[in-house]
């Protein structure tokens, strides 16, 4: 059974940072694209960065190019999310979301093609 576990999330200023964590176990991952989306009150999920496990290729949101990278641990199979420069528009919550179903060179940025998520963690940046 895959589980993913999320953590690091929190409350901070704008303009700091937060290190999402996100342990993956049940499975071996090293076939598995790793994403991390983001939902806000009223608003739908939307996708916020992504990693292939096999070859580290990542995929970011517009949104959050050269603020945020995600890298992945092969060690222990935990994604990170370190989030730089946060604005008051990053509050959401942030999900960890894994599938082998994807099959172009980048990952897939579509929630639909994510077949396992975590709980999720709360991010709020304050103005």
């Known amino acids: 059974q895959v589980q993913l576990v999320e953590s690091g999330g929190g409350l901070v200023q704008a303009g700091g940072s937060l290190r999402l964590s996100c342990a993956a176990s049940?499975?071996?991952?090293?076939?598995?694209?790793m994403g991390w989306f983001r939902q806000a009150p009223g608003k739908e999920r939307e996708f916020v960065a992504g990693?292939?496990?096999?070859?580290?290729?990542?995929y970011y949101a517009n949104s959050v190019k050269g603020r945020f990278t995600i890298s992945r641990d092969g060690a222990d199979y935990t994604v990170v999310l370190q989030m730089n420069s946060l604005k008051p528009e990053d509050t959401a919550v942030y999900y960890c979301?894994?599938?082998?179903?994807?099959?172009?060179?980048?990952?897939?940025?579509?929630?639909?093609?994510?077949?396992?998520w975590g709980q999720g963690t709360q991010v709020t940046v304050s103005s």
């Open positions: 049940g499975r071996t991952f090293s076939r598995y694209t």
């Open positions: 979301a894994a599938t082998e179903r994807n099959y172009f060179a980048v990952p897939s940025s579509t929630a639909a093609t994510y077949d396992y």
């Open positions: 990693i292939r496990w096999i070859n580290g290729n990542t």
